[in-house]
């Protein structure tokens, strides 16, 4: 996928829901106390939450959330040493995404947002012994981080593929059922949510844009061609020939299982 299609997407009708996504706050009841988790697992987990929420308090994009997540599960997958401080880890996947996607985030607003998403109502850090810590700490797990995932460049394929894909449906259904639905906002919020799961790195981007894409149908109700088993070739196989229907609700059960995992935690 070249830049000119990239420019293409962000500044088609899909825009206006990337606008609105990035200066919408995180729909929750209280402010998560990232501190009390019960144990490292825990934190680890909450570190995805606490990523998010950085990146909505310093205005970023949210596909660079998004790539950020995934910097910090492939440095998970990567690393067996359980002492790395998740948050300080969540914090710097932020800060290198930040510069891979071409927004870069200054170091000190950064240090300020993480302290304060850490300890809940607190003044911001003048330039004191904590603060200079603080960012010691995180040049450091800069290079440790780019290091873990061999210094690649991590694209947001997913989503350009989900939005081409979308953008090829729009198509294939009536225009009055298009524009009524919330399908492209809908599988917008589904694939942010899906980065808070580690296995969305063990999947090819094309197959989990049209695992949540498919996904988005169901809720919605929408039918498009190829869908019944009469068909000799499925409409996501059309997009991506190895997208096979098994994959495709294996990934579906896994985003299932997230939302289950949530309610749990709530």
């Given at each position: 996928?070249?830049?000119?299609?990239?420019?293409?997407?962000?500044?088609?009708?899909?825009?206006p829901?990337?606008?609105?996504?990035t200066?919408?706050?995180?729909?929750?009841?209280?402010?998560?106390?990232?501190?009390?988790?019960n144990?490292?697992?825990s934190?680890?987990?909450?570190?995805?939450?606490?990523?998010?929420?950085?990146?909505?308090?310093?205005?970023?994009?949210?596909?660079?959330?998004?790539?950020?997540?995934?910097?910090?599960?492939?440095?998970?997958?990567?690393?067996?040493?359980?002492?790395?401080?998740?948050?300080?880890?969540?914090?710097?996947?932020l800060?290198?995404?930040?510069?891979?996607?071409?927004?870069?985030?200054?170091?000190?607003?950064l240090?300020?947002?993480?302290?304060?998403t850490?300890?809940?109502?607190?003044?911001?850090?003048?330039?004191?012994?904590?603060?200079?810590?603080?960012?010691?700490?995180?040049?450091?797990?800069?290079?440790?981080?780019?290091?873990?995932?061999?210094?690649k460049?991590?694209?947001?394929?997913i989503h350009?593929?989900m939005?081409?894909?979308?953008?090829?449906?729009?198509?294939w259904?009536?225009?009055?059922?298009?524009e009524?639905?919330?399908?492209?906002?809908?599988?917008?919020?589904?694939l942010?949510?899906?980065?808070?799961?580690?296995?969305?790195?063990?999947?090819e981007?094309?197959?989990?844009?049209?695992?949540?894409i498919?996904?988005g149908?169901?809720v919605?109700?929408?039918v498009?061609?190829?869908?019944?088993e009469?068909?000799?070739l499925s409409?996501h196989e059309?997009?991506h020939?190895?997208?096979?229907?098994?994959?495709?609700?294996?990934?579906?059960?896994?985003?299932?299982?997230?939302?289950?995992?949530?309610k749990?935690?709530?």
């Amino acid at each position: 996928m070249d830049s000119n299609m990239t420019s293409n997407l962000l500044s088609s009708k899909f825009r206006p829901i990337i606008e609105t996504q990035t200066h919408q706050a995180p729909e929750c009841p209280s402010p998560i106390q990232y501190k009390s988790a019960n144990n490292h697992h825990s934190a680890q987990e909450l570190a995805i939450r606490f990523l998010f929420e950085c990146g909505t308090k310093l205005k970023t994009n949210p596909v660079t959330s998004a790539v950020a997540a995934q910097i910090y599960h492939r440095f998970l997958d990567a690393v067996n040493d359980s002492s790395y401080d998740p948050y300080m880890i969540g914090a710097t996947a932020l800060y290198i995404a930040s510069k891979q996607q071409d927004e870069p985030v200054k170091i000190r607003d950064l240090i300020n947002v993480v302290h304060r998403t850490l300890n809940r109502d607190t003044d911001v850090l003048d330039l004191s012994e904590e603060y200079w810590n603080y960012r010691d700490s995180i040049v450091q797990a800069e290079l440790l981080t780019m290091r873990m995932i061999n210094f690649k460049t991590i694209n947001p394929d997913i989503h350009l593929y989900m939005l081409n894909y979308l953008k090829s449906l729009s198509s294939w259904i009536p225009p009055a059922v298009w524009e009524k639905s919330t399908l492209v906002k809908l599988c917008w919020t589904f694939l942010q949510d899906f980065h808070h799961c580690k296995v969305i790195i063990q999947y090819e981007p094309q197959l989990v844009a049209l695992a949540v894409i498919y996904f988005g149908l169901q809720v919605c109700g929408i039918v498009i061609p190829c869908t019944t088993e009469q068909d000799q070739l499925s409409w996501h196989e059309a997009f991506h020939k190895a997208a096979k229907k098994e994959d495709i609700w294996n990934i579906i059960e896994h985003l299932l299982a997230l939302y289950e995992h949530d309610k749990d935690m709530k």
